[in-house]
């Protein structure tokens, strides 16, 4: 099974972008998913966190309100639409899976993710 991230591109401070992450089978389909980037230089982090049913979400701090996650299981695709971005939000984006649960109460752990996809880059320039 494959996670596939696309989406990225540059755009200028302020403006929009969509990135998905299509998997290639049903399989991950019932199991939490994430968003997550790495800019140069830096750590990867989690960006948000979706549960199988859509219902529960979780945001880092600095994307609340300018970035929502969501999921379509019927396409096998998590989404990462992203408003109002910053030169800040510049990184490569990746998709993971936390195979170990469906639900989502809490903001997850980067560790928790065992299953990884390619990642897409993100370049906002101001």
């Known amino acids: 099974v494959q996670l596939q991230a696309s989406g990225g591109g540059t755009v200028q401070a302020g403006g929009s972008l969509r990135l998905s992450c299509a998997a290639s089978?049903?399989?991950?389909?019932?199991?939490?998913m994430g968003w997550f980037r790495q800019a140069p230089g830096k750590e990867r982090e989690f960006v948000a966190a979706i549960s199988w049913s859509g219902s529960s979400t979780f945001y880092t701090d600095s994307v609340k309100s300018r970035f929502t996650i969501s999921r379509d299981n019927g396409k096998n695709t998590v989404y990462l639409q992203m408003y109002s971005l910053k030169p800040e939000d510049t990184a490569v984006y990746s998709c993971a899976v936390d195979r170990s649960r469906s639900s989502l109460e809490a903001t997850p752990h980067i560790d928790e993710f065992d299953y990884w996809g390619q990642g897409t880059l993100v370049t906002v320039s101001s």
């Open positions: 089978s049903r399989t991950f389909n019932i199991y939490v």
